[in-house]
């Protein structure tokens, strides 16, 4: 197993940057990639980027490249997400995953474990 915890989450307006981050723990040894979706009310939990712990490959969603940032520290066990240049269409519930296979990296089904989301606002 492995736990997944988020932080980092807050209210910002238009145009500024927020950092999640995302601390894992247990079979860590197991991870093959940890990723970030996100999930705004009534629409279906979308992927934004994602990470191979091994090497640091990265993957993003066409609406986040260019101003998002995945990166991880292995010695820390933890993934980050640095948002620039917010928009209010960045507003939902960020939620963090980890998977120990390859596969189609932007689909939840992928992803085994799951922390329990972090509110991310971007007002006007």
């Known amino acids: 197993q492995v736990q997944l915890v988020e932080s980092g989450g807050g209210l910002v307006q238009a145009g500024g940057s927020l950092r999640l981050s995302c601390a894992a723990s247990?079979?860590?040894?197991?991870?093959?990639?940890l990723g970030w979706f996100r999930q705004a009310p009534g629409k279906e939990r979308e992927f934004v980027a994602d990470?191979?712990?091994?090497?640091?490959?990265?993957y993003y969603a066409d609406s986040v490249k260019g101003r998002f940032t995945i990166s991880r520290d292995n010695a820390k066990n933890t993934v980050y997400l640095q948002m620039n240049s917010l928009k209010p269409e960045d507003t939902a519930i960020y939620y963090c995953?980890?998977?120990?296979?390859?596969?189609?990296?932007?689909?939840?089904?992928?992803?085994?474990?799951w922390g329990q989301g972090t509110q991310v606002t971007v007002s006007s």
């Open positions: 247990g079979r860590t040894f197991s991870i093959y990639a």
């Open positions: 995953a980890a998977t120990d296979k390859s596969g189609n990296y932007y689909k939840a089904s992928l992803y085994a474990y």
């Open positions: 990470i191979r712990w091994s090497g640091g490959r990265t």
